[in-house]
């Protein structure tokens, strides 16, 4: 079956400039996370959504970084006014449930910004 | 603050050879602990998780331990392969929570 996938898999972009990344989670995976590595660090967590509850946004860095859950299943993250700093890979997972608790992760978005 | 450190950053060892890879925390609360692979260019592939109540997993040539009160785990890996190169991350959840904390990861390179 269908694992996560992300889109675009590059994104190349010039400061100031917003961007949307994009998460397919895996059919009927109940919990998504959005998490950011940048070189030479571990995952840092972005947020979680659970569900129809409200969202864990208590990793993201800023007001530029917001994500949305349509339908529970595909997800977007947008960084508005890019920052050099926010130059990593972005990466999605999903989740069954949390009996099971093994997350499923996409290939990532590599955000590059100029 | 929960930290998750792993030692060393990378490692470099013959095909063949027995090797463990070390993950330490900080808070030893933990809910489980899961043990993650990541190929260049390509997201995380689970290998083991280990629930707190549990002191080890075993999957082929993998085994995973866990020792709460000391704030450890480890991954062994039996008759490493270069197919084994990767870069191993470890993870922590904490109950109520569902953020997990990951460290930054091993780098393994086995050198045929």
């Known amino acids: 079956g269908a694992g996560v996938s992300q889109s675009p898999s590059n994104k190349v972009t010039e400061k100031g400039k917003d961007v949307e990344l994009r998460c397919d989670p895996i059919s009927g995976h109940t919990a998504l996370y959005w998490y950011r590595q940048s070189l030479g660090q571990g995952l840092e967590f972005l947020i979680y959504f659970q569900g129809n509850s409200a969202p864990d946004k208590s990793g993201l860095p800023s007001d530029r970084f917001s994500a949305e859950r349509t339908g529970g299943s595909v997800s977007t993250l947008t960084i508005q006014r890019t920052q050099q700093e926010d130059s990593a890979v972005y990466l999605c997972?999903?989740?069954?449930?949390?009996?099971?608790?093994?997350?499923?992760f996409g290939p990532g978005t590599r955000l590059t910004v100029l | 603050k929960q930290e998750v450190t792993q030692i060393p950053a990378a490692l470099s060892v013959p095909e063949g050879e027995n090797l463990v890879l070390n993950c330490s925390f900080t808070d030893s609360a933990i809910y489980n602990l899961q043990w993650f692979r990541q190929d260049p260019g390509k997201g995380l592939t689970s290998l083991l998780l280990?629930?707190?109540?549990?002191r080890e997993q075993t999957s082929g040539r993998l085994n995973a331990s866990l020792d709460k009160s000391s704030g450890r785990s480890t991954l062994y890996i039996a008759a490493s392969q270069p197919g084994d190169s990767a870069t191993y991350l470890c993870a922590v959840r904490y109950g109520g929570y569902q953020k997990v904390t990951f460290g930054t990861g091993t780098k393994l390179q086995v050198i045929p």
């Open positions: 997972a999903s989740l069954l449930d949390h009996s099971t608790d093994t997350q499923y």
């Open positions: 280990i629930q707190s109540s549990q």
